[in-house]
């Protein structure tokens, strides 16, 4: 139930009205979660949580059903093949590679937006990878803290 819980809280932040300026600075909350749990329970949030979840934010967000899952389910392969090693990062070396992760996301949903004839056009498009970067180490403080005190493993 934990991990649905902050799944759920990421979502509704994802869709949190902003002020017009700051859309493009909104961080990728449900994947910096996913890229969480990935890296910290990898038996238990994997490929097929990653899927399932991109559905619902397809769903939710109105975009073409199975975008968010095929970005969301690459990165997270990713992130399990990769988990022993992240662990290990410091928390700047891991902000570092969670950029790098967001940035393969948003890659991802261009390429498929532009498919589709909707790529976005405006350059702030990329700034979530650095505005996630700079997040990254509060939220993983508080998802660890939050994961030892319901004993998640």
């Known amino acids: 139930?934990?991990?649905?819980?902050?799944?759920?809280?990421?979502?509704?932040?994802?869709?949190?009205?902003?002020?017009?300026?700051?859309?493009?600075?909104?961080?990728?909350?449900?994947?910096?979660?996913?890229?969480?749990w990935g890296m910290s329970v990898p038996h238990r949030v994997s490929v097929g949580?990653?899927?399932?979840?991109?559905?619902?934010?397809?769903?939710m967000s109105g975009t073409v059903l199975g975008e968010h899952a095929l970005a969301y389910t690459v990165v997270v392969y990713l992130v399990g093949r990769l988990h022993m090693r992240l662990r290990l990062y410091p928390l700047t070396q891991q902000a570092l590679t969670v950029f790098m992760l967001?940035?393969?996301?948003?890659?991802?949903?261009?390429?498929?937006?532009?498919?589709v004839g909707e790529a976005p056009s405006h350059h702030f498009y990329w700034m979530a990878s650095l505005s996630s970067m700079l997040l990254w180490p509060w939220l993983y403080i508080i998802l660890r803290d939050y994961r030892r005190w319901l004993r998640i493993a």
């Open 102 to 115: 967001v940035l393969l996301y948003q890659l991802i949903i261009y390429i498929v937006q532009g498919f």
């Open 1 to 36: 139930m934990g991990i649905l819980a902050t799944l759920l809280i990421a979502m509704a932040l994802a869709i949190l009205p902003m002020p017009a300026w700051t859309i493009w600075f909104r961080p990728a909350w449900v994947l910096m979660v996913l890229i969480y």
């Open 49 to 59: 949580v990653a899927w399932f979840t991109g559905l619902v934010v397809d769903l």
